[in-house]
């Protein structure tokens, strides 16, 4: 099977997900001179999941402040978000469900099948995508294991000095 990558400074595709009401999963829009953040995890079976994703929605704040819009999205499908939004503290965080195989696919997320019985059938595993305001990928961390993700402290900071010195998109030759 063929994996995509996505390149820097190139646009981005849409992301086939849905928001808790069933509404279609919309990306981020940056606020005026900011960046969004999009956080793919694994779902509700992954427990680092859950820490980075209360963290992120304690701290939207804190983002927003920061010039930072975010969201995150799993493949889990309806029941098991339902079990997240009971058991996780999700706040007010922009949160979608049921991103498809093929929407995975299309930003080159790893893909793993069940190798637990808390797992389902198959999930994306963890990433983050910071995007300019104009659509376009600023960058992409990809992880095909749960651990090691980048800190949300770092990430914070590193795009504070993006922003504050207008750093240029890297990677794109």
Not at 15 to 38: E, H, K, N
Not at 134 to 144: E, I, K, R, S, V
Not at 163 to 168: A, I, L, S, T
């Amino acid at each position: 099977m063929t994996h995509t990558t996505l390149m820097p400074a190139a646009a981005v595709p849409a992301i086939d997900a849905q928001m808790p009401d069933g509404t279609p999963f919309t990306l981020p829009t940056a606020p005026d001179g900011g960046m969004s953040v999009v956080f793919f995890y694994r779902g509700i079976h992954c427990p680092i999941c859950k820490t980075q994703i209360e963290e992120l929605a304690s701290r939207e704040d804190e983002l927003r402040a920061a010039n930072l819009s975010v969201a995150a999205v799993s493949m889990d499908d309806d029941d098991r978000f339902a079990r997240q939004t009971k058991e996780w503290d999700l706040g007010s965080l922009a949160i979608g469900h049921g991103l498809t195989e093929a929407s995975a696919r299309n930003w080159g997320l790893y893909l793993s099948d069940k190798a637990k019985d808390a797992e389902p059938t198959r999930f994306a595993e963890p990433a983050i995508a910071v995007l300019k305001a104009d659509g376009t990928l600023y960058a992409l961390f990809l992880q095909n294991t749960p651990f090691a993700r980048p800190r949300l402290d770092d990430l914070m900071q590193g795009l504070g000095f993006v922003m504050k010195n207008d750093y240029p998109v890297r990677g794109t030759a």
